[in-house]
């Protein structure tokens, strides 16, 4: 298993990049940041714009991103952009002043929760979100303990990285952690990954209380993007999350991933599993490139929590970044962005299953709305992950104007997560991109 930070990074000590202006840009970043700053690809790229699902270098050259999900509704999306520029220009401040704009997001958002899922927090990304998620479960439940999947991750802070394994071995869990397996639906039959999953919680309750450690929660991304992209059976979740609230503990999604309306049918992830949970954790997507994240929670939990220890957060739910907020939530809804994550993304995982078919180093090829993974193996038989022609395709999509990333313990899966707005036209041109890859070796 190697980091996370790892796969699809570039390697100062076997590089082949020969353009000077690149070799310049990244002796600098290493001045700078350290020669330890991920970077992506064997040959980095250079952006200077972007629009929609296209970034574009510095000579102009236009790249299909078929990996951003942190443009949720595109890059410079034109109502984002007026929304910022409008709420820059008049008011920008935290969150201790009446906000009647903060108070009307906050609202929007919240319509898109099933009750019990009622009051907001707001932060500024992804990792605050999990932080805070894990504050309050401590609080409410009186308890350490924490369960997450063997290659999850949820953040990068002291707390957060103790339950994100897929940092790597120099960042250990925590002591009160423990891991359960991905459910793998390429690995397993279906009918069983209820039933494995929910074993693997029980065996992991058990083995805290036998260290004395009360469970406090079970942290689930519901599309398992790090550990591979499991999204099957819709509903596998819930004999799992069953065990974890019969031991006291609570159950949080960390919806940065799955979350607004990217697995298509649903706005959330959890929903796909017809599960209600006890804590909702935001970020990335949220602002569309605006830093802004956000936890949801019942009134009980966040009472037990905020009566006592408090919360403030200096640029969590800032003007600036609440218009950006709202703006998303607008695009969503008015470009009926579900649906078309539900069209397109139901399109292009037909048409890479359609490529499988032909080609028997892809092993799988799975995922919900625009989230999919293609699982590359040496030999379809046994199943064994190959890495290096992974890498290799991530590469060679890249020279030829299409960007995706990698995923799983074993850097063997392509990772494809592209903007919302992802055409038809644009999934074609990733798939005969991939086709002619493999069909050539070309690079």
Request: aromatic share 8%.
């Amino acid at each position: 298993m190697q980091s996370i930070l790892k796969i699809n990074a570039f390697d100062s000590n076997h590089s082949s990049v020969s353009d000077a202006s690149i070799l310049e840009l990244i002796k600098r970043r290493e001045r700078s940041f350290g020669a330890d700053a991920p970077l992506f690809y064997a040959n980095p790229l250079h952006v200077v714009r972007g629009q929609g699902v296209w970034l574009y270098d510095s000579d102009g050259r236009p790249f299909l991103d078929a990996y951003n999900n942190v443009p949720h509704v595109g890059h410079c999306n034109p109502d984002v952009v007026e929304a910022v520029a409008r709420q820059a220009a008049t008011l920008n401040t935290h969150t201790r002043y009446l906000s009647e704009q903060s108070y009307a997001y906050a609202e929007q958002l919240l319509e898109t929760f099933p009750a019990p899922l009622s009051k907001l927090s707001l932060t500024c990304t992804g990792t605050e979100s999990v932080d805070l998620a894990m504050r309050m479960a401590y609080k409410y439940t009186g308890g350490t303990g924490f369960i997450v999947t063997r290659f999850a991750y949820h953040g990068n802070s002291v707390a957060v990285s103790s339950i994100s394994p897929s940092v790597g071995l120099a960042v250990p869990v925590g002591r009160d952690v423990r891991l359960v397996a991905a459910p793998d639906s390429y690995r397993h039959p279906q009918p069983s990954i209820a039933g494995r999953l929910a074993e693997q919680v029980s065996a992991a309750i058990d083995d805290l209380e036998q260290h004395g450690v009360k469970l406090a929660a079970m942290i689930i991304d519901s599309i398992f993007s790090s550990d591979g992209v499991y999204t099957d059976p819709p509903g596998f979740l819930q004999s799992a999350a069953a065990r974890v609230r019969m031991a006291g503990g609570l159950v949080i999604a960390d919806e940065v991933q799955p979350g607004f309306g990217r697995t298509g049918t649903h706005m959330w992830g959890f929903q796909r599993h017809a599960l209600i949970p006890d804590i909702v954790v935001m970020g990335k997507p949220m602002g569309n490139g605006i830093p802004i994240g956000g936890v949801v929670t019942t009134p009980e939990i966040l009472k037990a929590f905020a009566g006592s220890a408090g919360y403030f957060n200096t640029f969590g739910g800032n003007g600036v970044s609440c218009a950006a907020g709202h703006a998303v939530l607008n695009v969503l809804r008015r470009d009926n962005l579900l649906q078309n994550a539900t069209d397109v993304g139901g399109y292009l995982k037909r048409q890479l299953q359609a490529v499988a078919g032909v080609h028997e180093c892809i092993g799988d090829v799975r995922g919900a709305g625009l989230y999919l993974s293609v699982e590359f193996v040496t030999q379809r038989d046994t199943r064994e992950p190959d890495a290096p022609k992974a890498a290799a395709v991530i590469n060679a999509l890249r020279n030829r104007g299409v960007l995706v990333g990698g995923t799983g313990a074993h850097a063997n899966m392509l990772k494809i997560r592209p903007p919302l707005v992802f055409s038809r036209e644009n999934a074609d041109l990733l798939v005969l991109a991939l086709d002619d890859i493999l069909r050539t070796g070309g690079e």
